[in-house]
C-alpha cells in the first residue's frame, strides 16, 4: 500500500522460474524479460486497456519517468528500467514499475508481478 499498489482481488504464488511471468505474457500477449535466476526484481505493474485502434502503445512509467516502448523492444526495456531502480546484479527494490500497455483486443486488467508472487487484480483502472 506504501508504493500506491491497489489491494489484489486473485493471488498466483509459486517459486521461482514457475511460471508466473508466463501468465502474464499470455494475457498481455507480449514478452518479458526471460533469463536463469529471479527476472521480476521490481513489483511490475501491467495495466491492460483494451484499445480500439489496431496499432498498440505501450509505455513504462517509474519515479517521475515515462519511457515509450514497442512490442518487439518492451522486454528488453524493462530489464534496463529494473537495472536502473533496482540496480545492476540481483538487487531487489520496492519501487514499481509500470507497464501501460493499450491494446486492441486485451481485458482492461490490472496484474503485479511480484518477486515470487503474481497478483491478478480484476477490472479497469484508469
Request: glycine share 10%; charged share 15%.
Amino acid at each position: 500500500m506504501q508504493e500506491g499498489i491497489q489491494l489484489p482481488t486473485i493471488v498466483v504464488v509459486g517459486d521461482q522460474s514457475s511460471g508466473k511471468s508466463s501468465v502474464l505474457e499470455s494475457l498481455a500477449g507480449i514478452s518479458l524479460p526471460r533469463g536463469d535466476g529471479i527476472c521480476t526484481r521490481v513489483p511490475l505493474v501491467i495495466r491492460l486497456q483494451n484499445h480500439a485502434q489496431s496499432d498498440s502503445h505501450l509505455q513504462l512509467e517509474y519515479l517521475t519517468k515515462v519511457v515509450p516502448t514497442d512490442e518487439s523492444n518492451v522486454a528488453k526495456a524493462i530489464n534496463l528500467d529494473t537495472d536502473e531502480i533496482a540496480g545492476n546484479g540481483k538487487g531487489i527494490s520496492h519501487t514499481p514499475l509500470t507497464l501501460v500497455v493499450k491494446k486492441n483486443g486485451v481485458p482492461d486488467l490490472t496484474m503485479i508481478d511480484l518477486p515470487g508472487m503474481l497478483i491478478l487484480v480484476l477490472g479497469s483502472f484508469n
